[in-house]
Structure formats: structure tokens, C-alpha cells
């Protein structure tokens, strides 16, 4: 088994998911790369094919199954193609620019039968979320009742806005919060702090739990991603984010990577891994459509409410019968 991987959008993304499959990944191969931008395409694509139209990537018989990281709005279109060709497709966060379009890739898969899509959540794959999950799974702190989160860049460039910090950034937090408490979200606020973007969000879940986070744009000194589980007999929190301790100029201590790159380097390996292992078994594992299709929903209302920052409940359709 051998199986051809197209990848749509070689910015920092998709290269780095075209580096993967070149180098990082067995049972799959790198069968083609498109971007808008010819070049960029031809430095991700090594010795594989470029492609200038991805709605031909998708449908070149080399190719089996799609990567897609180009810009969030592109992804319904590309997702929607890949269902219509019954190819699966990894489809990076977040799942659509809108919930309605998300709703529609939900749809589209449930009235195949087939599940074709993985969300590109790959925190789900990250060790460290994983021992959060165990640990709490395990009954050892008891029923969790809190979860802290904090998820800080180095900065932003100017077109990054405000919306984008929930519907981009936050996204990941909103996916992870519900597989770690293995609850959904019922209610939100958002708390603006200072004048460089900071937001704090507080989340309600159907299973009691309160959720904090501090998203954080601008945070100016690394890329830090943390997390911290709340339970009624002691809590779990991650190790910092290095292996080893540095002593220089007068301090002690673990440096930051610059970017969720490093930092997540294990798991964006392990997630493509895990898809096309899944994929030949032909049982995907990962975020599904509608976890993809929830988180866009949830973020859509909370960025609503960034104009008055009242509280908002959350309204979501019941779950498809395909996705329980
Ligand atoms: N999972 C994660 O941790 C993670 C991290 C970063 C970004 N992302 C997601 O990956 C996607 C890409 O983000 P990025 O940071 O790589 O952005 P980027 O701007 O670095 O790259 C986007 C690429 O897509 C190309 N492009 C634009 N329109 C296109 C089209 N219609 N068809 C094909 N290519 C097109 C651009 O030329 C560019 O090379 C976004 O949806 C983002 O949310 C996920």
C-alpha cells in the first residue's frame, strides 16, 4: 500500500505537510503540490508534480487522497470536490470561513455514507494533551471542573484580526477543550484585556466544566501553548515545552520555540501517520467533519459577540445520526 497525497496551498502549512509525506511517512507518497503561487508549489513538490489548478490535483488519478492547507476560505470548495470525487481529505483547521459552509461538507459526507474528511487537529496527536487525557481518564484527579488554557504568538501581522484570533487561533482550543472533558460547549464570554489583541474566553460545557483562555496575538517573547486540567482531587497541567534546561546570562530555564511548527512537530508527523493508517484500514481516526463543523460554529457565535462581549449560549443543530 502505497497511496499518492496531493497537497492544495505550500505556505508554512502545506509545506511542512509536503515535507512530511516526502520524508516523515510510510505506506504514502508525496503524488502532488498546487498553490497559487507556481514557485512556492515547485520548492514544496521536490521531485513530485506541480499542479496550477487544484480542482485538478484533486481529480488526477495518481493522487488518492488530498491534503488541503490552503487559506481557510478555499477549504469548503476543496473539501466539497474531494467528497464529490470520494477522495478522503485532511482538511486543515479551520474546516470552513463560515459554519453554514462547514455544515454543508457535514452533509455532503453523511449522504456519502463514507467518512472521507480528518480535521487537522493535530493537538489530538500532541503527547502532551494526550497524558493530560489519560491522567484525567485514569479517575486519579477526580471529575475535572476547570480547564486553563493558554495559547500565546510571538505576534501577528497587521491583516490578522481580531475575528481571526477566535475563528483561526482559538479554533484549536475550542476542538481540544471538547476532546479532553469529552463535553460541548453551551456558553461563552469574551473579556478584551489591554490594547494588543489579548482576549480572555470563558466557556460553560454541557458537563458542568469552565473553560479559560487566554488568547494571546502578541504575546512578544515565544509560541506558547499550555494547559491545565482543573479536577476535584488535583490537577494536571503540561511540563514545560522543552527537554532541556539552559543556564545563560543570569538565568535558568527552557527556551520557547518561535512558532507552533517546532512545537508541534511530533504530532503534525503523527497525525499524517495516523491518516493514512487509517486510511488503509478504511477507519479514520482524528477530528471528524462534524467536530470540524462544531468548532467552526462555536467560533462564528463567540467572534459575534466580540461586538458587545455579552455573554452568548451557544445554538447548535443535534448531531447527525452518521456521527454518533
Ligand atoms: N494545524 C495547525 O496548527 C495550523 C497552523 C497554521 C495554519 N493552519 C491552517 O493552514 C492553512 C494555511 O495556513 P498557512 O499558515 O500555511 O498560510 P500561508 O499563507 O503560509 O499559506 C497559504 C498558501 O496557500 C496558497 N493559496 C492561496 N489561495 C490558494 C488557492 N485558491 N489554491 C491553492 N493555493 C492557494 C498561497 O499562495 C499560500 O502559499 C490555514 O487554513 C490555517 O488556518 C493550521
Redesign the pocket.
Known sequence: MDLGIGV?????????HARILRRAVSGAHLAGV????PA??AAAAGDAPVFSD?LALIAAPEVAAVV?????E??AE?ALACLAAGKPALL???MAHRAAEALRIVEAEAAGGRRLVQL????RYDAAYGELKAVLGSGRIGRATVLHNVHRNVSVPDWFSGPMAIT?SF??EIDISRWLLGAEITSAQVFPAGDRGLLMVTMRTDGGQVVSTEVNINAGYGYHVHAQIVGEQGTVEMAPPGLALTNAAGAHGFDFPAD??PR?AQA?RDQMQGWVDGMAAGRLGGATAWDGYVTVAVAEQIAASLRDCQPVEIALPPRPEFYR
Open positions: 492544495i496551498g505550500a505556505g508554512v502549512m502545506g509545506a511542512e498546487c498553490d497559487r503561487d512556492r508549489a487544484p488541503i492547507a490552503s487559506p481557510d478555499t477549504h476543496y486543515e483547521k479551520p487537522g487537529f493535530m493537538r483561526n479554533s484549536h507552533w511548527i508541534f503534525y
